[in-house]
């Protein structure tokens, strides 16, 4: 596992010398659409990039520091919004029957868009914003979304916040876990991620994995 994902850590730091912010941007909203990329492997690297010192590049600048973690997250809340509109647009146009016929084709079955549906009936508004910072239902929020016709002003609303908010988070793990192998202190990495995948963990669990899955058990 190491020896594949080290050229690929590899390449993504050296794209993000010449891509800084923009590619961020890009692959966030890559993750927000129909490609299921974990933002969890985009922000963290590009955090500690930005803290130790290299910084990030934008309009032919370096930032580094606070200013660099602050254009991060907004880079990346940008990104996912943009993403999401997508979505959004894509399902809100073509409806609820052509999206569940074609989905399929684009990674997504109708039971994921039936789950997504009956997780964002139980949540209203409130589940965009919280969307954000859940596996799976994060990439999908947008498509029941459109197909309710949501006012798009709030749905842009709760995707900024709640995005902005999700990579804060993980700028913040990117810094200390960045920090930590630098200094050769891997049972600290190693709790850090623990932590950080048990408390996701739970939180798909509690409120993704139970509403997902409530149509199935009924059938």
């Known amino acids: 596992m190491k020896a594949l994902l080290k050229p690929l850590l590899d390449w993504y730091l050296r794209s993000l010398e010449t891509g800084g912010y923009w590619l961020v941007a890009l692959l966030m909203a890559i993750e927000s659409s129909l490609v299921p990329l974990p933002s969890e492997v985009v922000i963290p690297p590009a955090a500690h990039l930005a803290w130790s010192g290299d ?4 309009l032919g600048f370096h930032l580094t520091g606070w200013p660099a973690q602050i254009g991060l997250v907004m880079a990346g809340a940008i990104g996912s919004w943009l993403g999401a509109t997508v979505m959004y647009w894509a399902s ?9 016929r074609y989905g399929k084709y684009f990674f997504i079955s109708p039971d994921k868009i039936e789950g997504a549906e009956r997780w964002a009936a139980h949540y209203g508004a409130f589940g965009i914003f919280a969307s954000r910072l859940l596996p799976v239902v994060r990439h999908l929020i947008g498509i029941p979304a459109g197909i309710v016709r949501m006012d798009y002003k709030i749905f842009s609303l709760y995707t900024l916040v709640g995005s902005a908010g999700w990579c804060a988070v993980l700028c913040w793990l990117g810094v200390k876990i960045g920090g930590d192998i630098s200094k050769g202190e891997m049972h600290k990495v190693t709790f ?12 798909y669990y509690f409120f993704v994995h ?10």
């Open 92 to 100: 809100r146009l073509a409806g609820r029957p052509l999206v569940m």
């Open 210 to 219: 139970r509403h997902m899955k409530a149509g199935t058990a009924k059938r």
């Open 192 to 203: 850090w991620l623990l932590g950080f995948l048990v408390v996701v963990g739970a939180m």
């Open 55 to 58: 910084g990030l590049r934008f």
